[in-house]
């Protein structure tokens, strides 16, 4: 079974250069900059998303491509911002230049910080492939036992999909329709089964890999770390970022 599938990474431009662990920590950063940019700093957000789009404009990507992926993702910042009437109004870190933030400042700084993150998230899924990304972080040092959930995690997905798919055409195939309340009752007997199918199957891939000496580790990939090249332009980055963070 491989567990580093070799993915191509057809990443153009400057990104194109960067290892898949320098990636990692500049669309993090965006994120974390974003994330603790006080409240109210809305020409500042403008910039982290001018910064992002820029990216991904001299990577290549497709814009339609990431703003549909940002569509999918909306209903989680809708969540977040159903919140905003239940917070204090010294809810976010370093608050609004008066004092207090108001309801608005409030809204608008969580929307700014949930989609520059998303968008963060989105262009490192779109410029580097999973085991690329496994790969990085491990050049990053993650912990062992963390790097062993991602990597069974990324690897029975796809054998859970797959089990679901066997059984909703074998439901289709009895006449299933699903279009009112009385099949939710069915519904819920096919998660269950799925649910044990897959406790079952990940039992026996279990024994298996014991059976074939497994150690509890995994063969690492191409875990090539931050080199030179890669430092300075995530130091050029993260400075033109603070400098966006502390405009008025």
Not at 4 to 15: H, K, P
Not at 171 to 185: F, H, I, P, Q, T
Not at 203 to 216: L, Q, T
Not at 227 to 245: E, I, Q
């Amino acid at each position: 079974m491989n567990f580093t599938m070799a993915d191509t990474d057809r990443t153009e431009g400057v990104l194109g250069r960067l290892s898949p662990a320098a990636r990692i920590v500049l669309f993090l950063t965006v994120a974390v900059i974003a994330v603790t940019t006080p409240a109210g700093k809305a020409l500042s957000f403008a910039l982290y998303t001018a910064f992002l789009l820029m990216t991904a404009i001299s990577a290549r990507l497709s814009l339609r491509k990431l703003l549909f992926r940002l569509a999918a993702a909306l209903p989680f910042i809708v969540v977040l911002l159903a919140l905003v009437p239940f917070m204090p109004d010294d809810a976010f870190v370093g608050g609004h230049p008066s004092g207090a933030a108001t309801r608005s400042a409030l809204f608008l700084t969580l929307l700014g910080r949930s989609t520059i993150s998303m968008i963060a998230v989105i262009l490192l899924s779109m410029t580097t492939p999973f085991p690329r990304i496994l790969d990085g972080l491990r050049a990053l040092k993650v912990p062992p036992v963390l790097m062993l959930i991602l990597t069974f995690a990324w690897r029975f997905v796809f054998v859970i999909r797959a089990e679901a798919l066997r059984m909703i055409r074998a439901a289709e195939s009895r006449l299933y329709r699903g279009r009112s309340l009385k099949d939710a009752v069915l519904v819920g007997r096919l998660l269950a089964t799925l649910f044990l199918r897959s406790y079952e199957r990940s039992e026996r891939v279990y024994m298996a890999m014991v059976s074939r000496g497994f150690s509890g580790t995994l063969p690492g990939g191409r875990a090539g770390g931050i080199t030179a090249a890669d430092g300075v332009l995530l130091f050029l980055s993260a400075t033109l970022l603070l400098a966006m963070r502390l405009v008025p």
